[in-house]
């Protein structure tokens, strides 16, 4: 069992602490998520967590259940009764948490440290036209990486605006779940942070996807072809 960072019974609560909270959404990946959990909450047990089964038909709701209460009242759990698929149960975290900001992680992440949720509040709070921080790559419309493409997040690791993201297109069910929002925050003239996230959060990658695929069907066929020929 990997060591996570301690956490201390009594510190100060900062300013920022009180505008975030925090989600992870999991599909039958109990082992993925009691890393992406613990971890977390090693290094911020002070941030309210949000811990979303997708419909889940193995253990992964028992175990949510008893790590929840396991970790205490700072961790909250939804339980689906139908898989939603990712993109669908972001956006209910989106709506579920009331904080100003949204960190949203995967549940195959391990966060090694903490120092970053402090940072990209503070770079999100400089300006009303930053939408989000975190990692930024460029994808096209079909949602594979092109540097001609639009400013997007890694959405293993983000930091929103919720406020901001009310105005926006919800987070859909594709490969690239916050691709239309970020397209239209895009439009909108808003910003997205740098910030080296993945210097503080480790991203497997595909964690659940390996296991289960993403559920697109011939869409996923599709678009892969059209990207391919350019269109």
Known sequence: MPEFPAQTEKRETHLW?????????????????????RSFHGAYPEVPLLIIDNGSKDKSRTF?????????????TLLLETNS??????????????????????S????????FLEDMWTLLRASER??????????NRRGFRSEAGTPVLASA?????????????????????????FEAAAEA???????PVEEYVRHDGRGTAARFGYGLGLRSRIDYVLNRLGL
Do not use: W
């Open 189 to 195: 003239g808003l910003e997205l942070c740098p910030f």
């Open 157 to 181: 690791h983000m930091l929103l605006r919720r406020d901001i993201y009310q105005t926006l297109p919800p987070f859909i069910h594709h490969g690239l779940p916050a691709l239309r929002n």
């Open 108 to 115: 195959d992440t391990e966060t090694l440290r903490g120092g």
């Open 64 to 76: 949510i259940s008893a790590l929840a209460s396991e970790l205490g009242s700072g961790v909250s």
């Open 17 to 37: 602490e009180n505008e975030i909270s925090a989600a992870v959404v999991n599909f039958q990946t109990p082992d993925l998520l009691d890393v992406a959990v």
């Open 130 to 139: 930053r939408y989000g921080a975190g990692h930024v790559v460029r994808a």
């Open 85 to 106: 698929f990712h993109g669908p149960a972001m956006h209910q975290a989106m709506c579920s948490l009331k904080t100003p900001y949204a960190y949203i992680f995967d």
